[in-house]
């Protein structure tokens, strides 16, 4: 007959209740190693037990069978028993402390002491087990078994919350990864987008200018013959008119070529305080300028641009333009020029007047978005494009204090 297996014992089939009982879930580890403690004071009968890991050179009391308060129970583990059995990855127990020939040092309170590795399943000595007891005692091999048995399951739960951590962390990191290379692709799919588009409007607006010019050119000649033979002051305003409308529809048909023509930059180093002051002694003769003062503030050191003189100056002429026909005669607009980080600089043209309407400022850089009764809505357009064709951005805000025109460039390396 075949032999049955021995009945465990009574202190086995708690030791087992106790291990089942444990409920480990991801997240939960503090729960879980305080339970643990517990368990093994409960069931040795010792008066406290803790869970210690090791990190580096130091030790953490990460559960406890009594209540410790808040806060970091954090230890140094050079000459403590925990430091002793981290580094041998050997049993300790302390029968009586009075006849300890290493004189180490326990909690006064307590006279036995027994301690346990925790080792993972590659053999790496994480913490420890440890268990104080106020009477001195003799641990059996049961009580040094089920402190054992405590140590591994213990250990494997550390050392399976760290291998989720750094999971954690991982899943992070690719996250970030996947989320930065899906951002480049939208950003690398947009710019194709807009390259094609622009591209078809290109090819259509120099056809329609093409269309459009020849004629237009025809009419104009028409008028001017008609100014030199008709006399009558009526007949000569309206020819002037025409002849104004005529000026105006060439002045969009440059325009609209200009923003459909690819930006192809002749780019140099460009001091930038330089670049402004000459600028700014085009613009102080502009019409525009007439009455009305331009300050300009310098709060940093020479820097240079790489960029294109003549789009650069196209640009920033349009931008001064635009502010000075929006204030009265007597009043001034601002620019003020200063580091926005170490890689960029910013210039800044402030004017004051009515603020620009919330719902149209974010289509001021689109084309035909004009709040000028005779404006053709591309010279921010225009702006915009050779701005961003540097590497550069283009900002705008108003306010009830007027409105501000932030241009931001790349620092020359």
Not at 257 to 278: C, G, H, T, W
Not at 322 to 333: D, H, K, Q, W
Request: hydrophobic share 40%; aromatic share 4%; net charge negative.
């Amino acid at each position: 007959m075949d032999q049955q297996a021995p009945e465990p014992s009574e202190r086995e089939r708690r030791v087992l209740e106790c291990l089942a009982a444990l409920s480990y879930r991801t997240g939960e580890l503090g729960h879980y190693l305080d339970e643990i403690a517990r368990g093994v004071s409960r069931l040795i009968k010792s008066d406290w037990s803790i869970v210690t890991v090791r990190h580096g050179n130091d030790g953490q009391v990460v559960a406890s069978s009594l209540d410790l308060g808040e806060g970091d129970h954090g230890f140094s583990m050079h000459g403590t028993l925990v430091g002793e059995i981290t580094q041998t990855g050997r049993l300790l127990i302390i029968e009586d402390i009075r006849n300890d020939v290493r004189q180490s040092q326990l909690p006064e309170e307590y006279s036995g002491y027994i301690g346990v590795p925790l080792r993972t399943a590659q053999n790496e000595v994480i913490g420890t087990i440890c268990s104080f007891v106020r009477q001195s005692r003799q641990f059996t091999d049961d009580e040094i078994r089920t402190v054992e048995l405590f140590a591994e399951r213990a250990a494997t739960a550390i050392d399976n919350y760290r291998l989720y951590q750094q999971q954690q962390q991982f899943n992070k990191v690719l996250e970030q990864e996947v989320a930065a290379r899906t951002e480049e692709l939208q950003v690398a799919q947009a710019q194709l987008i807009e390259r094609e588009r622009l591209a078809a409007i290109g090819q259509f607006a120099a056809m329609i200018v093409h269309e459009v010019r020849n004629p237009l050119t025809t009419i104009d000649l028409g008028l001017k013959h008609a100014q030199k033979i008709l006399a009558s002051g009526v007949d000569q305003e309206r020819l002037a008119l025409s002849l104004s409308e005529s000026h105006r529809l060439k002045h969009l048909l440059n325009e609209i070529l200009l923003y459909a023509k690819p930006q192809v930059l002749q780019l140099s180093r460009l001091n930038l305080s330089r670049f402004l002051d000459e600028l700014l002694i085009q613009i102080r003769e502009m019409p525009e300028a007439i009455e009305r003062q331009i300050e300009l503030k310098h709060s940093l050191p020479e820097v240079e641009v790489l960029g294109d003189v003549n789009k650069l100056r196209q640009a920033f002429i349009n931008l001064f333009r635009n502010a000075l026909e929006a204030i009265a005669p007597g009043e001034t607009v601002n620019c003020n020029v200063c580091c926005a980080n170490s890689n960029q600089v910013w210039i800044q043209i402030h004017n004051g007047g009515d603020p620009i309407s919330p719902e149209i400022l974010p289509k001021l850089t689109e084309p035909f978005c004009s709040t000028k009764p005779s404006g053709t809505g591309l010279g921010l357009a225009i702006v915009k494009r050779i701005i961003v064709a540097h590497n550069g951005d283009l900002t705008i805000a108003s306010t009830n204090e007027g409105t501000s025109v932030s241009v931001q460039l790349p620092i020359a390396v």
